[in-house]
Each structure stands twice: as structure tokens, then as C-alpha cells.
């Protein structure tokens, strides 16, 4: 049962460029949707997140889109750098609901 | 520094061992959770802990027990290890059941 779904599963983006990586959810109940950044060997760290009340939130170069009507919400990383590369969560919960992940993007940076 | 820890970072187990994943927050946060994480399927919640002396199951609870020792401190427990809980285990925590989580650094577990 996966109530949130992202895609893609891997994204290779060159230096500069922007990131994009989608998430859909299926709970209407969800109210909290936050993303995540995972480098090798650490645990996930608080990105960003967003509630439903707004359509998008804007920290630095990372920027959250939130669509209420088609249960979607997207991160974009402008000016990639190489830094950036890690493995990204996206997530949601609300009412009884814990955090519910989606399965992970992992993006590269080429230098 | 302030977070969550976890003990041990590995450990090898052979099949039918038992043993007990730690983990310690020093924020004062209420609720805990133990996620798995395995390739392809993002973090999978195992049982949570709203608060002291309160556990519930998540959505992959079978095989595994846990306790909420104090508000600090809440263990995952493999009572028979089975391959198919070999996995990354990330402990988490938030100051009330809502909010970004902090997690640990994780324990990687091979059950062979």
C-alpha cells in the first residue's frame, strides 16, 4: 500500500541545471508534506516542507510546488551543484497518519 | 550534540538471533519512531511512540517488538532475525506527533 508515490527513481542533472522530482498522494486527510535529503551513509535531514494552505515555499535554491486539486507537490532545485547530489524523500502525513514516505529519487550532479 | 543517536551502527546476526537496536534522543521530544528503509521502497514505519509509556504498530510490524524506556530512550527489538529484516533501521523523533522528524544515523543489519 503506497500512498505516496515519486518519481523518478534516479534523476542525472548537469551543474547549473534545474532538479525536478515529482511525489502524488492518495490521502486526502494529508495536511504536511515535507521533503527530505539523504547523503550515503547518513540519515535523512529536514529539507523543506510545505502545508496545503499555500502553492508553493520558497528556502534559497530549493523551492516546493503544491497542487491541493491534483494531489501533487514537486521539489525544485535551481542552480544544481554537485553538492546537491543525494538521495530525496518526499513525504506526507495528517490526522492520525505518521510520516509516509515515497520511495526515494536518487539525483547525481554532473560536474 | 544535541539529537538522536543509535547503537550499533552495524551488525551481522545469523538467522533465529535475537538483538536489541538502541536509540537516544536528547531534544526532549514526546513521540519516536523506528523506520526500515530498504532499496526501492523509501522508509517503512515499523511501531511508533506518541509518548512515554505508549507504543503502536506502523505498517511493518511483524518480527519486531519494541519499548519506550523513558522519554529519552526507545529500543527495536528482533526476538527471531529472519534475511528478510536485513535493512537500514533509522530511529526518529519530534517534539509532538507533528512536524519534521530528526533521525539518527542509522544501524545497517545483515541477517544471514
Known amino acids: 500500500q503506497q500512498q505516496v508515490k515519486q518519481s523518478p527513481q534516479s534523476l542525472i542533472v548537469q551543474k547549473g541545471g534545474i532538479s525536478i522530482i515529482n511525489c502524488a498522494y492518495e490521502?486526502?486527510?494529508?495536511?504536511?508534506f515535507p521533503w527530505y535529503q539523504q547523503f550515503p551513509g547518513k540519515g535523512p535531514a529536514l529539507l523543506i516542507a510545505?502545508?496545503?494552505?499555500?502553492s508553493e515555499k520558497k528556502e534559497g535554491r530549493f523551492t516546493i510546488s503544491f497542487n491541493k486539486s491534483a494531489k501533487q507537490f514537486s521539489l525544485h532545485i535551481m542552480d544544481s551543484q554537485p553538492g546537491d547530489s543525494a538521495t530525496y524523500f518526499c513525504?506526507?502525513?495528517?490526522?492520525?497518519?505518521?510520516?509516509?514516505f515515497g520511495q526515494g529519487t536518487r539525483l547525481t550532479i554532473n560536474p | 550534540n544535541a539529537g538522536v543517536t543509535q547503537t550499533p551502527k552495524f551488525q551481522v546476526l545469523k538467522t533465529g538471533q535475537s538483538m536489541t537496536l538502541q536509540c537516544a534522543q536528547d531534544?526532549?521530544?514526546?513521540?519516536m519512531y523506528w523506520y526500515r528503509q530498504d532499496p526501492g521502497m523509501g522508509l517503512r514505519l515499523i511501531y511508533y511512540?506518541?509518548?512515554?509509556?505508549?507504543?503502536d504498530k506502523g505498517e511493518v510490524p511483524n518480527g519486531y517488538n519494541v519499548s519506550r524506556l523513558n522519554k529519552r530512550e526507545f529500543s527495536l527489538r528482533l526476538e527471531s532475525a529472519a534475511p528478510s529484516q536485513t535493512s537500514v533501521y533509522f530511529c526518529?523523533?519530534?517534539?509532538?506527533?507533528?512536524?519534521?522528524?530528526?533521525f539518527g544515523s542509522g544501524t545497517r543489519l545483515t541477517v544471514v
Open positions: 513525504a506526507a502525513s495528517g490526522g492520525a497518519q505518521k510520516l509516509v
Open positions: 490521502n486526502t486527510a494529508f495536511d504536511y
Open positions: 510545505i502545508r496545503p494552505d499555500v
Open positions: 531534544m526532549n521530544h514526546n513521540s
Open positions: 511512540s506518541a509518548s512515554e509509556g505508549t507504543t
Open positions: 526518529a523523533s519530534v517534539p509532538t506527533g507533528v512536524g519534521g522528524y530528526t
